[in-house]
């Protein structure tokens, strides 16, 4: 495998520092290199600089090497997707004029649609089928710069079909170039053959599926979708406690349709990071900021529902560290475009360009336990890069519904270009 060397880009956003999730001031620290220039060998970062400073380390063996020139480009890392529901059977494109004519997403979701419409398709499709459907979701991701996902189970919610999903992401992490970071979210909902007897699918949970996914290592991360007629708070600790003794990290579903405790949730368990948000109280994100619980927020879901997006701003002064996901699933944000959702974290949310570039690369890291390989361009990291066709951080952003994606290497690998 031949060294890669892209030099001359007019920014490189090497996002260097600390790995660690990004708060306040530090989410406008973009680390920018002009004329910048990058080497990587074996799928790692050797040296990040100036061309000029390269050029002296390598210029005897830029033969070797296969260049390109980033002249009048922007280079940053790869994107980092925190949260997304990757994996599933067939599509619901007719839920989307339901609301156009006014139902909501716990009117479709109590009338057997939403979640359930969705867990019906993936428990009837095969694990081949699955992989074939994901397989392009993962293609289109790549094509907007994204090159690490994680991926959440949720629609078997029974044994097989939860392991069936989080088979075919473990699949797919080694076929697909893509990372794929695997999150168990059995308590997505309750399956309507335990309409009633919701505590009784949480024994399933805890008791069953929990310890095989965990004995299997078919997932590093535990979500719940702890919200008014779904999962209590006190159901949401049960299920995330019971998490935390088989190993696996917990995450939560909070505060998305209304102000439910789930943030202060997130706080009470050490959640590493808490989703959606829209409705967090005050008091959840001071808590959060006290606990280092990073929100990861998803603003083309807000769009796509209707909803007001969730308090970016207030959180980043609040010293809540933030990420930004697609929400990629087929009932509430069908999308794989971050650079969309980077555009509406600044119209929607008040984020600046460069908190929203944070928010998606080293921040959405963190949120998936992943900033020791990629979220930013150092040295020991990960080949992950994109070369966008804008010259500068700012036009990804202010350039709307557009992808500006030129490149993308996969640990030094071109996928996409």
């Not at 033969?63 to 390109?68: K, N, P, R, Y």
């Not at 790549?142 to 690490?148: C, E, F, I, P």
């Not at 059995?186 to 007897?197: C, D, F, I, L, R």
């Not at 909070?254 to 439910?260: F, K, L, Q, W």
């Amino acid at each position: 495998m031949r060294p890669l060397w892209i030099k001359h880009a007019a920014q490189l956003v090497s996002l260097s520092g600390e790995n660690a999730p990004r708060r306040r001031e530090e989410m406008s620290e973009l680390g920018i290199i002009e004329d910048g220039s990058v080497w990587i060998e074996d799928g790692i970062i050797v040296a990040v600089g100036t061309t000029n400073e390269l050029e002296n380390l390598f210029e005897t063996r830029s033969i070797e090497a296969d260049i390109v020139d980033a002249t009048g480009h922007l280079v940053t890392p790869g994107l980092v997707d925190p949260h997304t529901h990757l994996a599933y059977g067939g599509s619901r494109e007719h839920e989307f004029e339901m609301r156009l004519e006014g139902a909501t997403y716990m009117d479709i979701m109590n009338a057997g649609g939403g979640i359930h419409s969705t867990t019906r398709m993936t428990r009837e499709a095969t694990e081949d089928e699955l992989v074939a459907q994901t397989t392009l979701r993962l293609d289109s991701f790549l094509q907007h710069g994204v090159t690490t996902v994680e991926g959440k189970s949720g629609y078997g919610l029974d044994l097989e079909t939860e392991l069936k999903q989080l088979r075919v992401m473990k699949r797919l992490n080694e076929l697909h170039p893509i990372d794929i970071v695997p999150t168990f979210m059995g308590a997505h909902a309750v399956p309507q053959e335990y309409k009633g007897k919701e505590e009784a699918y949480i024994d399933v949970v805890v008791n069953e599926i929990l310890p095989r996914v965990a004995a299997e290592k078919l997932a590093i991360f535990n979500d719940v979708f702890c919200e008014k007629g779904v999962f209590t708070p006190d159901q949401s600790e049960r299920i995330l406690e019971a998490g935390k003794i088989l190993g696996l990290v917990p995450k939560i579903h909070a505060d998305e349709i209304e102000s439910y405790g789930g943030a202060e949730l997130a706080a009470k368990v050490g959640a590493i990071s808490a989703e959606h948000l829209l409705k967090a109280s005050d008091d959840g994100i001071k808590q959060m900021a006290e606990r280092g619980v990073i929100a990861c927020l998803l603003p083309a879901t807000a769009l796509y529902l209707r909803e007001e997006a969730a308090q970016g701003r207030q959180m980043i002064d609040a010293g809540v560290a933030v990420a930004i996901s697609t929400d990629c699933n087929p009932g509430s944000s069908p999308t794989t475009s971050m650079p969309l959702v980077m555009n509406l974290a600044c119209i929607s949310m008040r984020l600046t360009p460069a908190e929203a570039l944070v928010a998606a690369t080293i921040n959405a890291a963190c949120a998936i336990q992943m900033e020791d390989c990629v979220g930013s361009l150092e040295v020991g990291k990960q080949g992950d890069v994109v070369m966008w066709n804008v010259s500068i951080y700012q036009e990804l952003q202010y350039l709307f519904g557009v992808n500006h994606v030129g490149t993308v290497w996969k640990k030094g690998i071109q996928v996409v270009g």
